[in-house]
T-cell receptor, first 115, second 112 residues
Framework: DQQVKQNSPSLSVQEGRISILNCDYTNSMFDYFLWYKKYPAEGPTFLISISSIKDKNEDGRFTVFLNKSAKHLSLHIVPSQPGDSAVYFCAASRRTLNAGNMLTFGGGTRLMVKP | KAGVTQTPRYLIKTRGQQVTLSCSPISGHRSVSWYQQTPGQGLQFLFEYFSETQRNKGNFPGRFSGRQFSNSRSEMNVSTLELGDSALYLC???????????FGSGTRLTVV
């Protein structure tokens, strides 16, 4: 049972345009969501996160939107740059006391930004 | 400030052997989690250690084990290696409160 899904394995956008990466989850106990960027043979790099008490979080060119009723989140990158080309993973966790740290990852979306 | 350090970066082992991977977390981080990344299964949680105790465990066989030392450094051990254990093994550290996970660069294990 895949609790976090990224249904688009790849996305191609033109430099300067908006990139929208989507993620769906099924476990309503998740209350904290993160986006990571990953290059081959490297560890994921944290981009942005959002708590379930919010519906939007913004950091520079990156904005994450959370729709709890739809169990859906999205990452917007504006404007997209060639250096943004990488695999993007969304991840979810449950931040209760003593629950520990356990991230459930989606399968990833490969973003290609064309110059 | 130093990041999460994983050693070795690359490793080649033979089926049936065992292997130990090491992770040094960011200073002050007490939680260390391990993940396995494979092309077919994506990023999967192995286990998490906090203050030398295993706090969470993923759905992996008992051949996969780990431990954490008093300085928060962690080791992961895989015994009786199988070809399917070939993967990138990633370690992540955090303070333990449920946010702020920082990943290391990983150890690429190849089983032949």
């Amino acid at each position: 049972d895949q609790q976090v899904k990224q249904n688009s394995p790849s996305l191609s956008v033109q430099e300067g345009r908006i990139s929208i990466l989507n993620c769906d989850y099924t476990n309503s106990m998740f209350d904290y969501f993160l986006w990571y960027k990953k290059y081959p043979a490297e560890g994921p790099t944290f981009l942005i996160s959002i708590s379930s008490i919010k519906d939007k979080n913004e950091d520079g060119r990156f904005t994450v939107f959370l729709n709890k009723s739809a169990k859906h989140l999205s990452l917007h990158i504006v404007p997209s740059q060639p250096g943004d080309s990488a695999v993007y993973f969304c991840a979810a966790s449950r931040r209760t006391l003593n629950a520990g740290n356990m991230l459930t990852f989606g399968g990833g979306t490969r973003l290609m930004v064309k110059p | 400030k130093a990041g999460v350090t994983q050693t070795p970066r690359y490793l080649i082992k033979t089926r049936g052997q065992q292997v130990t991977l090491s992770c040094s977390p960011i200073s002050g981080h007490r939680s260390v989690s391990w993940y396995q990344q494979t092309p077919g299964q994506g990023l999967q949680f192995l286990f998490e250690y906090f203050s030398e105790t295993q706090r969470n465990k993923g759905n992996f066989p008992g051949r996969f084990s780990g431990r954490q030392f008093s300085n928060s450094r962690s080791e992961m051990n895989v015994s009786t290696l199988e070809l399917g254990d070939s993967a990138l093994y990633l370690c992540a550290s955090s303070r333990g409160g449920g946010e702020g996970y920082t990943f290391g660069s990983g150890t690429r294990l190849t089983v032949v």
